[in-house]
């Protein structure tokens, strides 16, 4: 097939590009300890327990807290349940970053240290790594104890003879040195491979899920045959993988989404000739935001389950039976804490004042409005509509994996690769990883791989 042919001759001129082909096989390489990493066990916990209880809790049987495992799984690059030595994954690493980047806005000396230029941001990535290791120190050492105390299953999961202090302390350590080690690993990648390594990560840790996934769709119609109109016929696996392209291509669409805002820069003149007059674009991203409104607004949402879930069942208070068991009340909660939260990363990513005085100080202008306040204003209305629709569409890609789930009577594992976070995160990844291969064909002529 010609289209066929086209994608072998693009593999092979990535491969025939040496320092491209050094830097692919860094990156696979580093991702392949990662996953080997994530299989070795913690020495003290009883691994049959284990085994014999996360498949209750990472599909939704362990209720509410099955939840934040699962939530925190996907964040983190790795699966908290199945507690190995790569266990807290790199979320302590981006809890912490994203603390010091929304500091750094209202902190005057982080602010002046993101302003120094590379060795500012040096620093804060020290302190960044310093805070990491604490951080992770505390939520390791609580979640052995809780392994222990039986907190997270109903029944202590470590073995009885390292069931002291001692070894939860060595067993804190072994873990916060596998996210130190995750942590470097994303560095080298940034360093020396190709694409953000902590993305890839994360993308590895959502993409393991797929084959499991897979064949828990396709189990009923291989053991059973094909079928038409039964709940594991072969029209509802198409109907399912026609869904999910449609849901991917939405999403790459509003991924790359630009509203352009023309900007003019002034003509002057030196000597005999004039410079400037040229037309450019002020691009602003449709989802400017990415992924953090979803992440902290499943978060928060966590709270009032998981606190139903250990405490307010005893005391029976109606509103949170409520609250749990409607299901509305919970998508619009979700929808609101997912428009607060973009609304306010746009408001601290995106400063319109700024911008418009940078245009101002470089003799640029956007046509129809003065520079300074007028042009400061007209961005703000323009980044308030545009962060109304990305939150619009973050809203539903968010809600609808339980759409799916409970309409189409799939499990919850599979519909979660029809929307949420992991799917933003994979085609986010994967648009950033072909436009930096593509940036190395172009260097030599070659046609890129986004290119027909």
């Known amino acids: 097939m010609p289209s066929e042919r086209v994608m072998i001759q693009k593999l092979v001129a990535i491969l025939s590009i040496p320092d491209l082909r050094r830097k692919l096989l860094l990156t696979v390489v580093l991702l392949a300890v990662y996953r080997m990493g994530f299989w070795v066990p913690l020495p003290i916990v009883n691994q049959e327990l284990v085994q014999q209880n996360i498949e209750k809790l990472q599909t939704g049987g362990g209720g509410p807290l099955g939840q934040i495992l699962q939530t925190a799984s996907l964040f983190s690059a790795s699966q908290v349940g199945y507690s190995t030595i790569f266990g807290l994954g790199i979320m302590p690493y981006i809890s912490c970053s994203i603390f010091f980047q929304l500091l750094a806005t209202v902190y005057p000396p982080l602010e002046r240290l993101q302003k120094e230029g590379e060795s500012g941001r040096r620093k804060i990535n020290?302190?960044?790594?310093?805070?990491?290791?604490?951080?992770?120190?505390?939520?390791?050492?609580?979640?052995?104890?809780?392994?222990?105390?039986?907190?997270?299953?109903?029944?202590?999961?470590?073995?009885?003879?390292?069931?002291?202090?001692?070894?939860?302390?060595?067993?804190?350590?072994?873990?916060?040195?596998?996210?130190?080690?995750?942590?470097?690993?994303?560095?080298?990648?940034?360093?020396?491979?190709?694409?953000?390594?902590?993305?890839?990560?994360?993308?590895?840790?959502?993409?393991?899920?797929?084959?499991?996934?897979?064949?828990?769709?396709?189990?009923?119609?291989?053991?059973?045959?094909?079928?038409?109109?039964?709940?594991?016929?072969?029209?509802?696996?198409?109907?399912?993988?026609?869904?999910?392209?449609?849901?991917?291509?939405?999403?790459?669409?509003?991924?790359?989404?630009?509203?352009?805002?023309?900007?003019?820069?002034?003509?002057?003149?030196?000597?005999?000739?004039?410079?400037?007059?040229?037309?450019?674009?002020?691009?602003?991203?449709?989802?400017?935001?990415?992924?953090?409104?979803?992440?902290?607004?499943?978060?928060?949402?966590?709270?009032?389950?998981?606190?139903?879930?250990?405490?307010?069942?005893?005391?029976?208070?109606?509103?949170?039976?409520?609250?749990?068991?409607?299901?509305?009340?919970?998508?619009?909660?979700?929808?609101?804490?997912?428009?607060?939260?973009?609304?306010?990363?746009?408001?601290?990513?995106?400063?319109?004042k700024e911008i418009a005085q940078n245009l101002k100080d470089y003799g640029s202008f956007i046509p129809g409005y003065r520079p300074g306040d007028r042009t400061s204003k007209y961005l703000e209305q323009v980044i308030v509509r545009v962060t109304f629709v990305g939150a619009g569409f973050l809203s539903l890609l968010a809600i609808l994996p339980s759409i799916v789930s409970k309409v189409i009577n799939v499990d919850p594992v599979i519909a979660g690769f029809y929307g949420g976070t992991g799917l933003l995160i994979v085609v986010s990844v994967s648009i950033d990883l072909i436009s930096r291969i593509d940036s190395h064909l172009l260097v030599r002529n070659q046609a890129g791989l986004a290119e027909g």
Do not use: C
Not at 150 to 156: F, P, R, Y
Not at 179 to 197: K, P, R, S, V, Y
Not at 201 to 230: C, D, H, T, Y
Not at 233 to 252: P, T
């Open 126 to 352: 020290e302190l960044t790594r310093q805070v990491t290791v604490i951080v992770s120190l505390l939520q390791s050492f609580f979640w052995v104890k809780a392994m222990s105390a039986g907190s997270v299953t109903g029944q202590g999961m470590v073995l009885g003879e390292y069931d002291t202090f001692l070894f939860h302390l060595a067993t804190a350590v072994m873990m916060t040195s596998g996210t130190m080690f995750l942590m470097w690993i994303g560095e080298q990648i940034d360093a020396f491979g190709i694409g953000n390594g902590i993305s890839l990560l994360i993308m590895a840790g959502i993409m393991a899920q797929m084959p499991s996934a897979v064949f828990n769709l396709a189990k009923p119609v291989l053991e059973r045959g094909m079928s038409i109109g039964s709940d594991n016929g072969i029209d509802r696996i198409l109907l399912l993988v026609g869904l999910f392209v449609a849901i991917v291509l939405a999403v790459v669409f509003v991924t790359q989404a630009q509203r352009r805002i023309p900007v003019q820069s002034a003509k002057h003149v030196r000597g005999r000739r004039m410079f400037g007059g040229s037309e450019q674009f002020l691009p602003l991203k449709l989802n400017q935001s990415g992924v953090m409104p979803i992440i902290f607004a499943s978060s928060l949402l966590m709270i009032p389950s998981y606190l139903h879930h250990q405490l307010l069942e005893r005391l029976d208070i109606p509103y949170f039976n409520q609250f749990v068991s409607l299901p509305a009340l919970y998508y619009l909660s979700y929808a609101g804490l997912i428009f607060f939260f973009s609304y306010f990363w746009a408001a601290v990513t995106f400063n319109p």
